[in-house]
Structures are given as structure tokens and as C-alpha cells.
């Protein structure tokens, strides 16, 4: 689990912001805390991943095979100092929070942040203010734009369940460094919309990097309240909340065009756009609908588990105490890594049973790259595969035998031990992606979809699919987990060649004979298109009609 370990400390104190089910005072759900985890007991779990609270830049240094490594802030040089990159023991990380748009040639920025409901128009978010915190200025000689902070929004009409209308669209770019170029480059992106109330306290400070000397280096000291904030600045803190129900999220933001491939979220009914705006910028706006995830949380015991299974604990990250069952140790795999095992391994001790639920609204880049050369195309935005798993591979989805697999797990019940958990994944894919993966013409692309269990059973799923403005747009809703895979096989139908009826001679026709023309020996088929809502039908048959629900377009 080192992989763990270096990301738990890259991240730091960075706040886990989890969104989720009402509670009594109608802050979102969260794991419990360390305070929480008495003697005796290790929560083991699975995580919704960190939110950055603020843009950072420093170089990673002395990285050992536990995870361990040292680090210090750096600013905009880069060429010379403690910060030079032409030391190659140097990693660079750039985490660039983006604030709104203030002119049409910047990028990096937030171009519109709505919310609507699930069948109405946009309502613009008014931006409020941005949180007072650290900022770096852009150095355009290494490509660096400049780091911001998150900006704050109102939306009129749009109250979330902890009675207010603000909320703030944490966005963010993460830069490396190209050694052959010289210049930092744009490397993966990540966006959570998250509903908050604003808590005002003398505890609450904004998080700080500052480098202090040790060792005979400069080294960064993190510090922060520690408070459970989405946002966080001297004595005031956003405070996680719920969205209600029937909220639509709109994102428009312009980013780097080396932003590209595919995208994974914590949404559903995603729709999403890519528009060119100059050689070096692309506007990305994403759509879907807050989708609630079954959280998996349980209190491990020596009494409870084997002794395999505690070397695992001990060896996996998180938040652990002084040693393993001696109290305030939280041990957890992130939701997108795809850790079935770990979550198989205790699902006896939680009873099959979620510990919670959050709501959660995100989309990310995938970092790792498909085998296959039709899924690793690197010339644009390819498709963004969505799930409210709780555990999920959150990669590229795998394209074996013909047919695109997704494994997904989560718990049986809900939080209540008695309702099933419903299940959801959303596929919208590029067309000509589909086209390459199967050699398909530009005709039309149809799209089967199978959810099978960890058994080999087919469950029974509500599944649409549906091909619009170069996008295939695939869906499966209410199947149930524990461990199903998801199967799509699209498809294309292929026209049958006419053979020509021959021309009869004169001489072969009498005088009572009449030519017999194509039109009246074979019958002809006729193809409409339906329509409904969002998702349109090929229709093919003699005398062809729109199923049920759907209008002839």
C-alpha cells in the first residue's frame, strides 16, 4: 500500500469531504473520527478521496519505498535554488485551484457554474466572493497560469437541505513538469460541486505550507484546524451539506487542451460537451444529476478478523493510531482504486450493510491509459464513465471479446439493514470511438447492456441507450450489488444488398403482361427515428411505429 502512503502525505491535512444522507443538524455524513475508534477496535473502510482546499506548488524530494518523502513550497523560480528543476531528484506538484473567469482569453477559470432541476432551465450561479487563502501568480515563460482560490456561489431558488443557497465548485488542475519542453504541463483535472453552510469560529484557519530548515534543507510544515471544512480561512469554515432533491449540476470551465482522454464521476445522466477554443484551450461543460453512494465503513477486532487479515490492516494507509487496535486508527482504500479484495475481506463484519450514504456530485481525468489504441486516443475528451459504486475501476474500461467490461462492488443494504442498495453506471463515449473499437461505418451504433453477478447471474436492470451530436449515450439503473460486472456490446445493422430484377425483353412480354418493378416484388422497409427525452430509437420495419413512451422525431 505504499501508493497509499505517498498520497495520504502528498495530500497532508487536506480535508476528506464526504456528502451524504440528513442528519440531525443537516451537516453531510462523514466517516467516523478517529475520536470515534475506541481501543480495541480499527475502522477499516473505503474513501471518497481528498478535496484540495488551496492551490499549491513544491517539489517532492527523497521519496523511499515506504511512501515517505520530503517537500518543500516553492513559488515561480524554478531555474535556480532549493526549486530547480534541472535537479532530476526533483518531482514537481501543482495543484492550481481555479476561480472565475475574468476575461475571454483566460484559462484555467470557471466559466459558468447553474444548477436547474432535472427538467427545467439553468439558474446562473452568482458568484459571492473567493476564500482568503494562498495564491501563486502565473510564470507564462514555464506555462504556469496562475493559482487561485475557490470561489463561493449563491444560487437563487436552489436551498440545500442545510437551509441555505451557497455553494462552492472546488476545481482543480494538477501540473507536472516536462524535462524535455522545459515548461510545466497539465496533467490530470478533477471538479466537486459541493453545497455548504458557512460556520464562523476562532478554531478555524486557512491551511498553510511554509518551509522551515531541517535537516540542512528546507522542508514544508503544513498546518490547519483540522476541522472537517470544504473551505477554510481565518474564522470561518464551509461545512459540508446536502443537495435536495431534483438538482441538476451545470459546470462550464475553460482548461488546458492537453487535458484529454477519459473521464470517470460521481454523478448520473452525465452529458458532456468540448469546444475548441484556441490552439491551446478547450471549454469543457459537464451536466448530470448529485448520485448517492453507499458508504462501507466497519470496526475491525483481533476477535473479528484472522491474522492475514491484520497484516493487511496494519500495511494499508489512512489516518492509524500508535499501533494497530490501540484506538483512533481509520484504515482505508479510495473508492476509484478498484480494491474488491478489501472490501470482500470485511464484508462479513459489516453485515452486508452500508454504514452510510453520501451524495456526492465529481468528475476527474483518468490517469492510466488503455492498451487499446481506439480507448487511448490522446486528440481529445473520449468519454466519462460514471458509477455510485462503492467500490469501482476507475479506469478506462477494459474491451474483451467484443464487449466493454466495468467491475463494480458495493454492500447489499442500505444503511437501514432492510432496503437494497440501487445500483447505477452511465457510459456516454465518443461515437467514433465506438466506431474504431468495432470498425463500425458511420451508420447509426445500437448498444446492449448486461449486468452479470459475481455468480455469473444476470440481473434484471433498466437500461437506455442512444447515440446524439457525435456521442453514444449508454445507461444502467436499478440492478443491485454486491460485486457485478457491467457488459456493453454495441452493434450496427448491416444492409442487405438488393440483387436488380432483370429488365424483360419486349419480345418476352405479351400484350396482358406488365413489368414487374423491385418496388412491388420485395417489400420495402421503412426506418423512423424516436425520440424520448434525451434518447432516441432507430425504428426499421415495413410499416414502422415509435414504442411506447416515445414520438416519431
Known amino acids: 500500500m505504499a501508493r497509499f502512503r505517498l498520497a495520504s502525505l502528498m495530500f497532508g491535512l487536506f480535508a476528506l469531504v464526504l456528502i451524504d444522507m440528513p442528519a440531525a443538524h443537516a451537516d453531510a455524513w462523514d466517516l467516523p473520527k478517529p475520536e470515534e475508534v475506541k481501543t480495541g477496535e480499527e475502522l477499516v473502510a473505503v474513501g471518497e478521496g481528498f478535496i484540495s482546499q488551496r492551490s499549491l506548488r513544491r517539489v517532492i524530494f527523497d521519496v523511499n519505498s515506504s511512501g515517505d518523502f520530503g517537500a518543500r513550497v516553492c513559488d515561480k523560480e524554478f531555474d535556480s535554488g532549493d526549486c530547480n528543476l534541472s535537479d532530476s531528484s526533483l518531482q514537481f506538484e501543482g495543484r492550481a485551484i481555479m476561480g472565475p473567469c475574468q476575461s475571454a482569453s483566460e484559462s484555467n477559470c470557471i466559466e459558468s457554474f447553474a444548477l436547474s432541476t432535472k427538467s427545467g432551465s439553468p439558474v446562473p450561479g452568482i458568484f459571492i466572493r473567493s476564500v482568503d487563502t494562498q495564491l501563486y501568480d502565473a510564470v507564462p515563460s514555464k506555462g504556469l497560469p496562475?493559482?487561485?482560490s475557490t470561489p463561493l456561489f449563491s444560487v437563487a431558488g436552489f436551498t440545500h437541505e442545510g437551509g441555505a443557497n451557497t455553494y462552492a465548485p472546488v476545481v482543480r488542475t494538477n501540473y507536472k513538469w516536462n524535462r524535455a519542453t522545459n515548461k510545466f504541463y497539465a496533467a490530470s483535472f478533477e471538479a466537486h460541486v459541493v453545497p455548504y453552510t458557512e460556520k464562523i469560529g476562532s478554531v478555524y484557519r486557512a491551511h498553510t505550507h511554509s518551509n522551515v530548515d531541517k535537516d540542512g534543507k528546507k522542508?514544508?510544515?503544513?498546518?490547519?484546524?483540522?476541522?472537517?471544512?470544504?473551505?477554510?480561512?481565518?474564522?470561518r469554515c464551509g461545512t459540508a451539506q446536502l443537495f435536495s432533491p431534483n438538482v441538476k449540476v451545470h459546470l462550464s470551465i475553460r482548461v488546458s487542451s492537453e487535458i484529454v482522454g477519459w473521464f470517470r464521476g460521481r454523478l448520473t445522466a452525465p452529458e458532456i460537451k468540448v469546444e475548441s477554443i484556441d490552439a491551446t484551450t478547450n471549454r469543457l461543460s459537464f451536466i448530470g444529476e448529485p448520485v448517492t453512494v453507499s458508504r462501507f465503513g466497519a470496526i475491525a477486532t483481533k476477535e473479528n478478523t484472522t491474522a492475514d487479515e491484520q497484516k493487511i490492516i496494519a500495511g494499508t494507509g489512512g489516518n492509524p493510531g500508535a499501533s494497530l487496535f490501540s484506538g483512533r486508527g481509520r484504515r482505508y482504500?479510495?473508492?476509484?482504486?478498484?480494491?474488491?479484495?478489501?472490501?470482500?475481506?470485511?464484508?462479513?463484519?459489516?453485515?452486508?450493510?452500508?454504514?452510510?450514504?453520501?451524495?456526492?456530485?465529481?468528475?476527474?481525468?483518468?490517469?492510466?491509459?488503455?492498451?487499446?489504441?481506439c480507448l487511448a486516443d490522446r486528440s481529445g475528451l473520449l468519454g466519462i464513465v460514471t458509477t455510485n459504486a462503492t467500490?469501482?475501476?476507475?479506469?478506462?474500461?477494459?474491451?474483451?471479446?467484443?464487449?466493454?467490461?466495468?467491475?463494480?462492488?458495493?454492500?447489499?443494504?442500505?444503511?437501514?439493514?432492510?432496503?437494497?442498495?440501487?445500483?447505477?453506471?452511465?457510459?456516454?463515449?465518443?461515437?467514433?470511438?465506438?466506431?474504431?473499437?468495432?470498425?463500425?461505418?458511420?451508420?447509426?451504433?445500437?448498444?446492449?447492456?448486461?449486468?452479470?453477478?459475481?455468480?455469473?447471474?444476470?440481473?434484471?436492470?433498466t437500461t437506455v441507450s442512444g447515440e446524439r451530436d457525435g456521442?453514444?449515450?449508454?445507461?444502467?439503473?436499478?440492478?443491485?450489488?454486491?460485486?457485478?460486472?457491467?457488459?456493453?456490446?454495441?452493434?450496427?445493422?448491416?444492409?442487405?444488398?438488393?440483387?436488380?430484377?432483370?429488365?424483360?425483353?419486349?419480345?418476352?412480354?405479351?400484350?396482358?403482361?406488365?413489368?414487374?418493378?423491385?418496388?412491388s416484388s420485395i417489400t420495402k422497409k421503412k426506418t423512423i427515428t424516436c425520440v424520448k427525452g434525451s434518447t432516441s430509437k432507430r425504428v426499421v420495419a415495413v410499416n414502422p411505429k415509435c414504442p411506447k413512451g416515445y414520438k416519431k422525431a
Not at 219 to 235: A, F, M, P, R, T
Not at 367 to 372: I, L, V
Not at 480 to 503: C, D, G, H
Request: aromatic letters at 10%; proline letters at 6%; one cysteine or more.
Open 146 to 148: 496562475a493559482f487561485k
Open 219 to 235: 522542508k514544508d510544515v503544513e498546518l490547519g484546524s483540522g476541522e472537517n471544512c470544504v473551505w477554510e480561512e481565518k474564522g
Open 333 to 373: 482504500v479510495f473508492s476509484h482504486w478498484g480494491d474488491f479484495k478489501w472490501l470482500e475481506m470485511f464484508r462479513d463484519i459489516a453485515k452486508d450493510t452500508s454504514l452510510g450514504e453520501s451524495l456526492v456530485w465529481n468528475v476527474s481525468t483518468i490517469d492510466k491509459s488503455s492498451q487499446n489504441p
Open 391 to 461: 467500490v469501482y475501476d476507475g479506469k478506462v474500461p477494459e474491451f474483451v471479446d467484443g464487449e466493454l467490461i466495468y467491475k463494480v462492488a458495493g454492500m447489499h443494504f442500505a444503511p437501514d439493514g432492510k432496503s437494497l442498495v440501487q445500483g447505477t453506471y452511465d457510459l456516454v463515449m465518443r461515437s467514433e470511438t465506438a466506431r474504431c473499437l468495432y470498425d463500425f461505418s458511420s451508420a447509426p451504433v445500437t448498444a446492449s447492456i448486461s449486468v452479470v453477478s459475481s455468480e455469473g447471474i444476470a440481473q434484471v436492470a
Open 471 to 519: 456521442w453514444l449515450y449508454l445507461s444502467a439503473k436499478n440492478f443491485n450489488f454486491s460485486s457485478p460486472t457491467i457488459k456493453v456490446r454495441l452493434a450496427q445493422e448491416k444492409v442487405a444488398a438488393v440483387a436488380p430484377t432483370p429488365t424483360p425483353s419486349p419480345n418476352a412480354l405479351s400484350s396482358t403482361s406488365k413489368p414487374v418493378s423491385v418496388a
